[in-house]
């Protein structure tokens, strides 16, 4: 690939004008997939100015993945509020796995709930489509149209002599498909990034090697229509009597998705003519091996049938040359057994965009993007061997694991340990922790909490907090009982997260606040403490690209927790009567503190990324402990 300093672009095709005006965008998004997509409507949230193109004529129809994540759901939830819902509206809760061997059944798993620390308990069974459509509708409703049957023909990081680099693409439009006559274009952007699948042409085009390895099982997958006698209800995973693994999914509008093994791909096989000459009958051949000989099984409505081979890949790199960027499929491929591939993909997104908006309104320097490489490199590795983990329990390893499985199946209903071991806690993907780096700080001086979900680089805990109902002081006198049930709404923390691109200061006031004869003195020493930093760093680090005087350009929210006895007069403080997000006093009845291993009697101030892992935390809530949390913030922002 070769590089200029000139206007002129090396890269322009035979039979293209010269002259070809080039047209200038902060960020080109290379695929309309739910990872692009997510990209797109996360940057423009942040005013941030995109391009979406996407080679198809419209989003896929066709839905590989199926399942949303805990972890997901929450970044999702982030955005603004109601978001969520909207998603949330278009699937349906997943509750029980049906174990089956043969035709037939041998017990009902539930999904394993994870304790109350995510409100997302169960996943969100929705197909890829439908959640591609949600983000497109928001993308649009903000003015930024997908740019349909628009492809990637070429692209460079032009390093220009003594200015910044940036990135000149040549994309394409078929305009008259009866003669193949195109339309060309040229863009220049400060950043592209490649969410163009597990074939991206721009990881092809910048030469970023994708190693790993191409399983030999085979695999037939099937949407439609089915007269069966199994009773199908949300999820079967099926041990077949011919050793064989099959699973069998509702899907909407009465579909159901099948995925049966078959026999492994031999030396000589061709997969492009295996679909080709694949058959409704050779779907229905190879699930009736699976099944006891009485069962019925008909396929009556064909809408999607192919046969695929599992890649396990992952990029080398995520960056090239700072300005191309890959996520989801482009960066990772992998089985998608434990439901991890999308999801991974989303949460790319989510690392990305903020810290791109950070770079693009001259918040950070660019090498702050190496870190969007060093945390998520490992995360696909992480979802790499989980899925191989996965897979390899559900594949057919011969009639020795075969009998070992039926026994399992037969005792199960027995053994409560079967939970665990058929939904690992990892699936929700809730313990992902990042390392040290320029972001996630341990304090220089402070030792680290030993639970690692304490510690920086891990997910924000979520939990239950009160949100206090503002009482006057005139009316705090006819209180007699204070009750938090009733004095307040119960919330997640996660619920008080919401903004795209947000730095959120918790300040865990631990008991310094419980005593009423010492509240107000305290609150107001702790309130004046907290806008003097807040106000410094209001003005020093802000967004200032905007979308339309629409974007809020705040780069802090930051709201206060109180913990132990609850009296009426916190009804009628000032914090309470704050705005959420600029100072709002929540109340902690419920050990949030120790979940954040914060002790009551100290208290601290925890940083939390915008993409809700910790970023740097410090004990105490003093003049010392806020000029920490500003030297924290000075070590990352310009």
Same mark, same amino acid.
């Given at each position: ?14 039979n ?6 080039v ?17 797109a ?11 979406i ?8 129809p +066709? ?6 994540q805990a ?12 978001f ?13 796995v ?6 037939? =059944?041998?017990c ?6 994870h ?8 996943? /969100?069974f929705?197909?890829?489509?439908? @959640?591609?459509?949600? /983000?497109?509708?928001?993308l649009?409703g +903000? ?18 002599v ?20 195109r ?8 950043? /592209?990034?490649?969410? $163009?699948g597990?074939r ?8 970023? =090697?994708?190693p ?7 695999n ?13 209800? $949300?999820?079967?995973?099926l ?32 997969? $492009?003519q ?25 396929v009556i409505?064909?809408h ?17 040359k700072?300005?191309? @960027?890959?996520?989801? $499929? ?6 998608p057994?434990g439901?991890?591939?999308m999801?991974?993909?989303?949460q790319d997104?989510y690392n ?5 908006a ?6 950070a320097?660019?090498?702050?993007l190496?870190t969007?490489h060093?945390?998520?490199l490992?995360?696909?590795?992480r979802a790499?061997a ?6 390899d329990?559900?594949r ?5 694991f075969?009998y070992?499985k039926?026994?399992f ?5 027995l @053994?409560m ?6 939904f =690992? ?10 390392p ?21 680089g ?11 109902t503002?009482v ?18 119960q ?5 008080i ?18 005593? =009423? ?8 020493? @702790?309130?004046?403490?907290?806008e003097e ?7 020093r680090w ?5 979308r339309?005087n ?9 709201n206060v ?16 009567q ?8 929540f109340?902690?009845s ?6 954040y291993?914060?002790?009551?009697a100290?208290?601290?101030i925890?940083v939390?990324r915008?993409?809700?892992q910790?970023?740097?935390r410090?004990e105490g809530?003093g ?7 500003t ?8």
């Open positions: 690939m070769s590089t200029s300093n000139s206007s002129s672009y090396s890269i322009s095709p035979p293209v004008d010269p002259s070809t005006p047209q200038e965008i902060p960020v080109l998004i290379v695929g309309a997939g739910p990872v692009g997509l997510f990209e409507v996360l940057l423009t949230k942040m005013g941030i100015r995109v391009r193109i996407e080679r198809e004529p419209q989003i896929a +066709m839905s590989r993945a199926l399942g949303t972890r997901s759901l929450e970044i999702l939830s982030m955005v603004e509020e109601g969520i819902d909207k998603i949330l509206a278009q699937g349906r809760r997943l509750q029980i049906n174990l089956y061997y043969g035709s037939r =059944p041998m009902a798993m539930p999904y394993a709930r304790g109350g620390t995510t409100r997302f308990e169960k996943p /969100l929705m197909e890829q489509e439908k @959640l591609s459509k949600v /983000l497109a509708k928001e649009e +903000m003015g930024v149209k997908i740019e349909f049957g628009w492809e990637l023909v070429d692209t460079e990081v032009v390093e220009s003594g200015n910044e680099s940036y990135v000149k693409t040549m994309i394409r439009q078929t305009v008259k498909p009866e003669n193949g006559e339309e060309h274009q040229v863009i220049r952007s400060e950043f /592209l990034v490649a969410a $163009d597990g991206s042409t721009v990881r092809h085009k910048v030469n970023i =090697p994708f790993g390895k191409t399983l030999s099982n085979k037939i997958m099937f949407d439609g229509i089915i007269d069966t006698d199994l009773e199908l209800k $949300d999820i079967i995973a041990t077949g009597v011919n050793y064989k693994t099959m699973f069998i999914m509702r899907m909407s509008d009465s579909n159901h998705r099948i995925v049966v093994e078959v026999d492994d791909f031999g030396p000589d096989d061709d997969l $492009d295996i679909n080709r000459d694949l058959t409704v009958a050779d779907l229905e051949r190879y699930v009736k091996a699976c099944l006891h000989p009485e069962t019925k099984f008909k409505e064909n999607w049938l192919i046969c695929y081979r599992v890649n396990e890949r992952r990029a080398e790199n995520y960056i090239h700072d300005r191309i @960027l890959l996520a989801g $499929d482009a960066a990772h491929v992998h089985s057994a439901g991890q591939g999801n991974t993909g989303l997104s990305l965009a903020w810290k791109l950070l770079v693009i309104n001259k918040l320097p660019i090498s702050l190496q969007y060093d945390e998520r490992p995360m696909a590795e790499i989980l899925s191989s983990k996965l897979l329990r559900a057919d390893q011969g009639p020795v075969h070992i039926r026994f199946l037969t005792v199960s209903p @053994l340990f079967m939970k665990s071991l058929f =690992p806690r990892e699936n929700a993907m809730l313990g992902i922790r990042y040290a780096n320029s972001i996630n700080q341990p304090h220089k001086t402070q030792p680290q909490p030993k639970d690692s979900a304490h510690q920086v891990a997910r924000a805990p979520d939990g239950p907090i009160i949100r206090l503002p006057s002081s005139e009316d705090v006198s006819t209180i007699d009982r204070i009750d938090t049930s009733t004095e307040g709404q919330v997640h923390v996660q619920e997260l919401l903004g795209v691109g947000k730095f959120h200061v918790l300040v865990f006031a631990g008991d310094s606040l419980a005593d =009423p004869t010492s509240f107000q003195e305290r609150e107001k020493e @702790l309130a004046n403490r907290a930093h807040l106000s410094q760093w209001r003005s802000h967004y200032t690209i905007s339309d629409k974007t809020d350009n705040q780069l802090f929210k930051f927790i109180g913990a132990g006895k609850l009296h009426k007069v916190h009804l009628s403080g000032s914090l309470v704050r705005a959420q997000g600029n100072g709002r006093l109340w902690d419920a050990e949030f503190h120790g979940l291993g914060v002790p009551q100290k208290g601290a925890v939390i915008p993409d809700s910790i970023a740097y410090v809530h003049k010392e402990a806020w000029a920490d949390v030297e924290y913030f000075e070590s990352i922002l310009t």
